[in-house]
């Protein structure tokens, strides 16, 4: 499985924003997917989580009620959707999977990792 993350781009603060995680392979559906921000100069951060399947979701206490993530197997795609955007949103968001179910916020346990797609929030 490969991973493509799209849809970054420029708003201003209390504007939305909907990032694409489009895979390709046949096994897309068997992974569940999360994705992950940085933040200039450091750490990769987990946003949320969805299972394989679509029934759970798993959020950061900080993008909870704000952000959705959804999926959509028969078209390898697993959506974020952003809402009242703050600045501190500012950061290169990017997916990748894993077969660890659950609250699994740890990067270590995710892999096919792709690139980034840079989201900034202007104040």
């Known amino acids: 499985v490969q991973l493509q993350a799209s849809g970054g781009g420029l708003v201003q603060a209390g504007n939305s924003l909907r990032l694409s995680c489009t895979g390709s392979?046949?096994?897309?559906?068997?992974?569940?997917i999360g994705w992950f921000r940085q933040f200039l100069g450091k750490e990769r951060e987990f946003v949320a989580s969805?299972?394989?399947?679509?029934?759970?979701?798993y959020y950061e206490d900080s993008v909870e009620g704000r952000f959705t993530i959804s999926r959509d197997n028969t078209q390898n795609l697993v959506l974020l959707t952003m809402n009242s955007l703050e600045p501190e949103d500012t950061a290169n968001y990017s997916c990748?999977?894993?077969?660890?179910?659950?609250?699994?916020?740890?990067?270590?346990?995710?892999?096919?990792w792709g690139q980034g797609t840079l989201v900034t929030v202007s104040s």
């Open positions: 392979g046949r096994l897309f559906g068997d992974y569940n």
């Open positions: 990748a999977a894993t077969l660890t179910t659950g609250w699994n916020p740890d990067p270590q346990t995710y892999f096919f």
């Open positions: 969805i299972s394989f399947n679509g029934r759970r979701t």
